[in-house]
């Protein structure tokens, strides 16, 4: 049987309790019960992660948060707000390498050719 989402459960000493319903009147012998040991006892309905008093007040607070129009989005709501490439600077770094390196094979190139003729390079 799938976890139920939305129930009536009972509350003694301020923490829940096993007994859980999906309607009221199913609960409440048990709640009279538990009430005779534990006076502030308390029946609430459980849905959406929170304790109402009543499936009414879940449903209007429900309605409330659907009527609500969204909070307006900052340029800071994104991770990585500037929108800038995580990768880039790995990219800019190999081609700082490359380009080094190229200088190096130049430099070296021009320096073994300099005492040769024009042309005399390999083909």
Same mark, same amino acid.
């Given at each position: 049987? &799938? &976890? ?20 009221? @009147? $199913?609960? /409440?012998? #048990? ?10 006892? $308390? ?10 008093? !009543? ?7 429900? $309605? @409330? =948060?659907?009527?609500?129009?969204? =909070? ?6 994104? &991770? ?7 990768? %880039?600077?790995? #990219?800019? @770094?190999?081609?700082?390498?490359? /380009?080094?390196?190229?200088? %190096?094979?130049? $430099?070296?190139?021009?320096? !073994? %050719?300099?005492?040769? &003729?024009?042309? !005399?390079?390999?083909?």
């Amino acid at each position: 049987m &799938p &976890p139920r989402f939305a129930y009536w459960t009972i509350i003694a000493g301020g923490l829940p309790t096993a007994f859980r319903a999906a309607v009221q @009147a $199913e609960l /409440l012998p #048990t709640f009279k019960r538990i009430k005779e040991k534990h006076p502030d006892a $308390e029946l609430k309905y459980f849905a959406r992660g929170r304790l109402w008093t !009543s499936p009414e007040e879940a449903r209007q607070a429900a $309605e @409330a =948060a659907r009527r609500r129009p969204p =909070a307006p989005r900052g340029r800071e709501w994104r &991770p990585g707000g500037d929108h800038r490439d995580a990768r %880039q600077r790995f #990219t800019d @770094a190999k081609k700082a390498r490359n /380009l080094k390196q190229r200088r %190096q094979r130049f $430099e070296r190139r021009a320096k !073994s %050719q300099k005492g040769k &003729p024009p042309g !005399s390079g390999r083909r």
